[in-house]
Structure formats: C-alpha cells, structure tokens
C-alpha cells in the first residue's frame, strides 16, 4: 500500500470516529436533536433515531419511516398502520454509553499515532463536517406534533397532513379525494354540511368515486376545540360521523354555550354512547393533542376561512374550492379531474 492511499484510508477512520461523539454532543441539548427525517438521511437506521425528551420514537410498518411523536399520539399511529413504539431500555442505554466510551478511547490512541501535521488536517476536515450537520438543524425547531408529522411524511395525500384527521368517508381506493378544514361553530360550515353534504355522499361518496376527509380547524373559541374532542371521544365507540352530525345539526351561536361539556355529554346519551366511558374520555383530554395537531396543519394549509376543500384527483393534482359552494362547483371541480 502507497503511503498517500493509506493516509486517506486512515483519515476516513479518524473522522468516522471523531464525528460520532461530535453529533452526540450536538444532540446532548434536547433542543437542538435532529429531526427524525434528517437523522436518517445521514445515515441512521430507524430504530436508532434519537427523539426529544417528552416524545417517543415509531417506525412505520409499510415504509420503514421514523417519527417522533407524543405518547397520547402513539395509539392513534398505531392503528394507522404504524409499528409498535420503540423503548430503549436501561441495559441497552448502557451498552450503548460503552460503545461510545470505546470509540473514544481508540479516537485517543490514533490521535496518538498520526503526526501534527495530519492532526491538523484531520480536525480541519472534522470542524467543516460538524459544521455542515449544525447548519443542517433547524435553529427555531419547535416540539410540536405539526412539525414532526412533516418531518416524517406521516400520511399526506395532495401534500395535506391526514395523519390525526377524522377517520375516512368512502372506500380507501376512491379515485378523488376531498378533504375538508372545518370548526364545529362555523356557521358556514354548517350550511354546507346541511345543505351541500348529502348531495356529495350520495353522487360519490356511496358511489365510490370520493373518499372523504375531515380535519378540524378549532378556531372559533374553546367549545370548538372541546366538541372536536369529543368527536374523537365517539370514535371511540364507533359513533365518530354519527356524532359528528348532531353537532352541526345542534350548532348554536359561537361561545354560547350549545357546545360546553354538559351539551356534549348529553349528545353522547342521546347518540345510545356509553356515557360514562365518553365522559372519562372527554374529561381527561385524551384527543385535545390530537385537535392541536389538526389546527396546526389547517393554519399551514388555509387562508381563507372555513370551511375550506383540497379534491386531489388520482394523479395527485390538487384544487381548492372556499366557503360553502354549491354542489354544482363540487362537480365541475371533480369533472376537472376526470371523474
């Protein structure tokens, strides 16, 4: 072997080790971990990505993908097709802290081995590599689930973030999607329900030609938020559309009490709900992570007001349609789109 063949060899050796302890010094201040997605395009396996304090790591059953999400969230995943959630035990902490405190000290020993000048050359081409992967980080990274969603293309279609929406409306392989961004207070969103909303599930809801999606924008007072909840909290027996009707068709005005915990309760007991499993849902705030997570993709997303529709046709092609059009609107938009 030439000498200059073997000082390169040497040199990638040198800085594989030294990068190792540099990222986990990076990654020491929970602020600034990076994101799941960033972790495995540097070279990371999934079930090694490192996650904030507070958020625990899931790998995606159908593609491998790694997110870090909150543990209220984890259930919601897990029925959506994602692996069990990843829990690093103490043993493996540990043999993971002896690894790193071996190729410390073989760091030491080459060090040792090599002279100042390739020293020198080796700590320079290591700054620039550390540097490169703190640049990489996002510097105002927020622990919000929106974020690790986008992070880890948890389940979008059209570029929508469905991950912690409604459950879908329609058969899985419909050729046009239509997702709507709507609040339980919006009074246009309940004309639109009322008046355009039937004529959408019969012509190609039943039809099989729309899948239907609903994600709620919560921006009209806390009762939006709370019945948006307890929707999820009917989900949970099966009721979740059912559940969602009697809310539009009791809406009163905004903030004026038609929609307070004793409202909702009382639409659980006429829905034939179990009462007292929904009320230990709704007052636990079991899903107001998931009503969050929702609001957030809607700010992302809508400018406008609600209700707001994305159709995505087959091909991935996306129209927006604002306010509460008419059904012929809706026809002319999914006709657009070949259907």
Not at 270 to 279: A, T
Request: proline share 3%; aromatic share 8%; net charge negative.
């Amino acid at each position: 072997m030439n000498i200059p063949l073997g000082f390169a060899l040497l040199s990638i050796v040198i800085i594989g080790l030294i990068i190792s302890p540099s990222i986990s010094s990076i990654n020491a201040d929970n602020h600034e971990i990076m994101s799941p997605r960033k972790q495995m395009e540097s070279g990371i396996d999934a079930e090694d990505v490192v996650c904030k304090s507070g958020l625990v790591l899931m790998i995606r059953s159908t593609n491998g993908v790694a997110a870090c999400v909150k543990s209220s969230t984890s259930i919601k995943l897990s029925d959506a097709g994602w692996g069990d959630v990843i829990e690093t035990t103490m043993e493996e902490k540990q043999e993971d802290e002896q690894m790193e405190k071996e190729n410390h000290d073989k760091e030491i020993i080459f060090e040792e081995e090599l002279s100042m000048g390739e020293q020198e050359q080796m700590d320079e081409n290591s700054n620039k590599t550390i540097i490169q992967l703190e640049e990489e980080i996002s510097a105002g990274e927020e622990d919000t689930m929106s974020e690790e969603s986008t992070q880890a293309d948890v389940f979008t279609i059209g570029g929508i973030d469905l991950s912690m929406a409604a459950p879908v409306e329609g058969q899985d392989d419909a050729p046009i999607t239509i997702i709507e961004f709507g609040d339980y207070q919006c009074p246009n969103c309940k004309q639109w329900f009322q008046d355009q909303k039937p004529s959408i599930t019969s012509d190609y809801i039943l039809t099989g030609i729309v899948k239907f999606y609903f994600v709620d924008f919560a921006w009209a007072g806390a009762d939006s938020s709370t019945s948006a909840e307890a929707s999820y909290c009917s989900e949970d027996q099966g009721k979740y559309y059912e559940y969602h009707s009697t809310l539009y068709n009791n809406q009163g005005g905004i903030q004026d009490g038609w929609a307070n915990l004793d409202s909702l309760k009382q639409f659980a007991i006429e829905l034939g709900l179990d009462s007292e499993m929904f009320d230990e849902c709704l007052d636990s705030g079991k899903y107001s992570d998931r009503v969050s997570y929702n609001t957030q993709v809607g700010i992302s997303n809508v400018d406008t007001g609600t209700p707001h529709f994305f159709i995505v046709g087959p091909d991935g092609t996306v129209k927006t349609i604002a306010g509460p059009q008419p059904l012929i609107v809706f026809d002319a938009t999914i006709n657009s789109l070949g259907y």
